[in-house]
C-alpha cells in the first residue's frame, strides 16, 4: 500500500476549509448510533459554529448526502459513494472476498479481512455464523491495533513514526472511531511492552492470537496476505468464542488451512489486473455544482460539493489515478482537484504515490458500516413519509414470506377512518395488490408451484379464488409493472403496488398506497397515485442499490 503522503500537490495550494468541516459533519453523523443528530448536537461534536453548521448541512442536503427529518440531520444512503469509495478502487475485497465466504464455509467459524489504517484495523470483508453468540463486526467497522489479532501483524511492520503515532492516539482513550473503545492502560496486555512483545511475536511465527482482548469469550487467530516483495497488505481472521474453542484451540485447529488460504489468496492477488475498462479514463461530465451556486448563493457551499464529488471519483477506474483523471472524472479544473486532493490527503482520506492517487480505508468511517446493514423497510421509510406528504394516503412496503406478505415499513396518513395495519401484519399474498406484485416478479415455475399450492378462500365477495384467472392478473401485473386490487381483501379497500428491484433487476418487495374505495376511483388512483408511487419505489430501488453493492439487503 502507498504511504499517506502529499507528493504530487503543490505546496502552494492551502486546504479548502469548508471540505475539512464537512467532512467532520459527515463523521459527527456516522458515530451517531443512528446516523442522526439535530444542529445542535453537530456543532457540540464538531467545535463548528451552527452558523456553519447550517450552511454544511444545506450543501449536504442539497447533494443527496443529508436528510433533514423534521429538527433532525440524517445520512442516506448516497453518503456511501463516498464512504464505498476504498473498497470500489482498491480491489481486495472483491479478489478475495469469496474464498472468505468458503473458508468460513470449510471452518464453519467467522471469518474477516482486514487491512491497517493507521492505527486502527478495518474491516474490509466479513462472513459470519449464525449463532446465538456470533461476531457483529461489519465491513467499515475499525478496531484499535493493540486490542485484536490483525494488529500485532500489521504493528510488526511499523516505523518509529507509525509507533508515536498510535502512542499518541493511547493518551486520548476517549476518541471516537472505534467500533470497540480502545482498552485503559490498566486492561491486560494493553500496555506498550505487552503490545510490541506481540507484534514482535507475530512477526517471527507469521501469525497472532487474540485471546479475548476484544471482549470476554472471543478469541481469534490471523495471519498476513503478503503481496510479492513480502508486506503485509491485510490480515485474514478466525473467529470464535470460549464456548466452542480456547484460542489454543482455535490456533491448533485452523492455523495450517488458514495459511494456506492465505498463501493462495497472496496468488491471486498477485496475478490480478485490472480490466481493460477499469483502466480507461473516466468518461467527461459537467461540473454539477454550478447551477445550484447560482440557485442557492452564499448557502450553498461549493468547495464542499466539489471536494467530495473528487472523494467519490477516487473510485471511478478501479485503480490508482493520475491528478488529470480524477480532475476529469469529477469534472473540475485540476486547480480545484488539487486542492481538494490535499485536503482529502491531510485528513487522512486519500494517498499519493508518483502521482497516482487512492482512497484509504479511512473513508470507510463516513458512515459505511451504518449504512450497509440497513434493512429494506429501513430504507423505504423516508420515502414513505415523503409519499404520505405528497398524496396523503397511507403507504407500506412488504415482502413475500412464504404465501403471505409481511409488512416492513409503513406509514399512515392522518385520517380518522385508517386501515390499521403495522409492521409484522401478514396477508395472503394472492389477495392484495403487494402480493400481487411479488408474485408476478417471481420466475414462471416458481409462480405456477405457489399458485397449485395455496388454497385460495374468498375473503370478500370480490376474492378471485380461481388459479386460471389469478394466473392471468399475474401475468398482466408482470407485464404492466403494477398491480390494484378492488375489495378483494376487505371490502371498501383499494389499493395500488409497484415493485422494489434489487442491483439484478429482481424483485425483493413492494410498495403501495390504500385508499378508501368510496373515496379515489380506480380511474383516479391510476392517474393521480400511480405517478408519484413509481417514483417513490424508483428512490427506495435506488438506495437499496447503494447499499447493496457488495452484499445482500436484508428484507427485514
Known sequence: MPQNSTAGVSDETAPAGPLERGLAVLRALASAPDGRLRASELARATGLARSTVDRIASTLVHIGHLRADDRDLALTPRVMELSGVYLRAVALADILGPRVEALADELDESVSLAVPDVDAVRFI??????????????????LP????????????????????????????????????????????????????RRAA????????????????????????????????????????????????????????RMQRAAAEMASALAHHSPDAAARQAPPARD???????????????????????????????????????????????????????????????????????????????????????????????????????????STSVAVLDGDDIRYVARVAAGRIMSVNITVGTRFPAYATSMGRVLLAGL??????????????????????????????????????????????????????????????????????VSLHAGRTSAAEAHTTILPALRECAAAIT??????????????G
Open 145 to 196: 491495533v493493540e486490542s485484536c489479532a490483525p494488529g500485532s501483524l500489521f504493528a510488526a511492520e511499523w516505523t518509529p513514526e507509525q509507533y508515536e503515532i498510535w502512542r499518541e492516539r493511547r493518551s486520548d482513550p476517549d476518541r471516537p472511531g472505534f467500533t470497540v473503545p480502545p482498552p485503559r492502560s490498566a486492561s491486560p496486555g494493553s500496555d506498550e511492552a505487552a503490545f510490541t
Open 542 to 555: 435506488a438506495d437499496v442499490a447503494l447499499v447493496s453493492e457488495r452484499q445482500q439487503v436484508r428484507t
Open 287 to 393: 461540473d454539477t455544482s454550478l447551477a445550484p451556486k447560482e440557485e442557492l448563493g452564499p448557502a450553498y457551499l461549493q468547495s464542499l460539493a466539489r471536494g467530495l464529488s473528487v472523494l467519490a471519483a477516487l473510485g471511478t477506474t478501479g485503480n490508482a489515478m493520475a491528478l488529470s483523471a480524477v480532475a476529469q472524472a469529477a469534472a473540475l479544473p485540476r486547480a480545484t482537484a488539487r486542492r481538494s486532493l490535499l485536503t482529502l490527503q491531510q485528513a487522512g482520506y486519500a494517498t499519493s504515490d508518483g502521482g497516482f492517487f487512492l482512497p484509504t480505508p479511512r473513508v470507510l468511517e463516513l458512515g459505511y458500516s451504518l449504512l450497509s446493514r440497513l434493512t429494506v423497510g429501513e430504507l423505504a421509510q423516508p420515502h414513505l413519509a415523503a409519499l404520505v406528504a405528497r398524496i396523503h394516503e
Open 125 to 142: 470483508a466479513q462472513t459470519t455464523r449464525r449463532r446465538t453468540l456470533s461476531v457483529t463486526f461489519r465491513t467499515g467497522d475499525a
Open 201 to 256: 511475536a507475530a512477526l517471527a511465527q507469521r501469525w497472532s492470537v487474540d485471546d479475548q482482548f476484544i471482549e470476554p469469550g472471543l478469541v481469534a487467530v490471523a495471519v498476513p496476505v503478503r503481496d510479492t516483495a513480502g508486506r503485509t497488505l491485510c490480515a485474514l481472521s478466525v473467529v470464535s468464542h470460549t464456548s466452542r474453542h480456547s484460542a489454543g484451540s482455535l490456533h491448533d485447529t485452523v492455523l495450517d
Open 443 to 512: 420466475p414462471a415455475g416458481e409462480r405456477h408451484a405457489r399458485l397449485e399450492r395455496t388454497t385460495l378462500r374468498p375473503l370478500t365477495g370480490h376474492t378471485i379464488t380461481s388459479r386460471t384467472a389469478l394466473a392471468g392478473v399475474l401475468d398482466r401485473t408482470a407485464a404492466a409493472g403494477h398491480a390494484m386490487v378492488d375489495e378483494e381483501l376487505e371490502e371498501g379497500l383499494r389499493s395500488l403496488a409497484v415493485p422494489v428491484l434489487d442491483r439484478s433487476g429482481a424483485v425483493i418487495a413492494a410498495v403501495n
